[in-house]
């Protein structure tokens, strides 16, 4: 899995990317039905909506097999290795779930911040990448991004405790403001199975879901190995220390396991 010089220059110049269902329906409808799975248990690492409603579940990938699978797939993991040129680890696995009409809103930010001063990362030589569980519509709350916001570098932000259930180091308006103007806002869409990779220092947010279809994401956050974090404050169910180089799984690894109940069944 390796993106082309063009997307390698996209990437580079606008701060993200998206390769449309990258994921067949059928590796999707697996990880969908076992997000549903784990937003219905207790565990401590999901967390919840002032309302109740899950709003992300921390590190699936250690303790559910399909998402253990998708934390190292090589569709996931080798692009993001290609544009830091060096093996990554894991920092962070989430599932958020943006629930049908009460999926609260993330505020303007940018991830390295909150690496930075929660976890002590040196550099935002980290990224997300994110598969598409449910389709991403423009009126089901979408990711919004700032094109080219990544210029900006690492911007003065404060931390949010109060607008929702998740503390978040966020940017006031007068700098997303300026930054608007700039680069305008770009809200990338797209069926179950889209992947959509952006820059640590992109600057990103979303609106909250009043609508009946639900838009549950998963995001792998990958930082390279060299960059391990030195000072984490989070629990290591969201600041991982594991700092092991991923090795990546066959790429029909998580296809064989959707399928592998109904061979069992037949």
């Known amino acids: ?3 082309s010089e063009a997307q390698l220059e996209f990437f580079h110049r606008e701060g993200w990317l998206f390769l449309p269902e990258l994921f067949s329906q ?6 969908a039905r076992e997000a549903v799975g784990i937003y219905d ?5 999901v967390w919840r909506e002032k309302s109740g409603a899950p709003r992300t579940a921390f590190a699936a990938h250690l303790y559910n097999e399909a998402f253990g699978i998708l934390g190292a797939h090589p569709r996931m993991i080798e692009p993001v290795e290609q544009v830091f040129g060096e093996p990554v680890y894991m920092h962070q696995f989430k599932i958020n779930a943006k629930s049908a009409f009460t999926g ?4 303007w930010h940018q991830d390295y911040g909150t690496w930075k001063r929660d976890d002590g990362m040196p550099e935002p030589r980290a990224m997300n990448i994110a598969i ?15 094109p080219r916001s990544q210029n900006a570098g690492d ?14 180091w966020t940017l006031d308006e007068d700098t997303v403001t300026r930054l608007v103007k700039q680069g305008g806002i770009v809200a990338p869409t797209g069926k179950p199975g889209g992947m959509l990779m952006f820059h640590g220092n992109l600057v990103h947010g979303s609106s909250g879901n ?3 279809y639900p838009r549950k994401i998963v995001y792998l956050t990958l930082n390279a190995v060299s960059n391990y974090i030195r000072t984490p404050t989070r629990p290591d169910y969201i600041a991982h220390r594991d700092f092991t180089p991923i090795k990546t799984v066959d790429d029909d690894a998580l296809l064989r396991l959707a399928r592998a109940p109904r061979q069992a069944a037949e």
Not at 26 to 31: A, F, G, R
Not at 132 to 146: Q, R, T, Y
């Open 1 to 3: 899995m390796k993106l």
């Open 26 to 31: 059928e590796e999707v409808d697996l990880l």
């Open 41 to 45: 248990t207790n565990r401590p690492e």
């Open 104 to 107: 609260d809103v993330w505020q």
């Open 132 to 146: 598409f569980l449910d389709e991403v519509m423009p009126i089901n709350g979408p990711l919004m991004l700032v």
């Open 155 to 168: 911007l003065e932000a404060s931390h949010d405790l109060a607008t929702t259930s998740y503390p978040l």
């Open 210 to 212: 009043i609508t009946p």
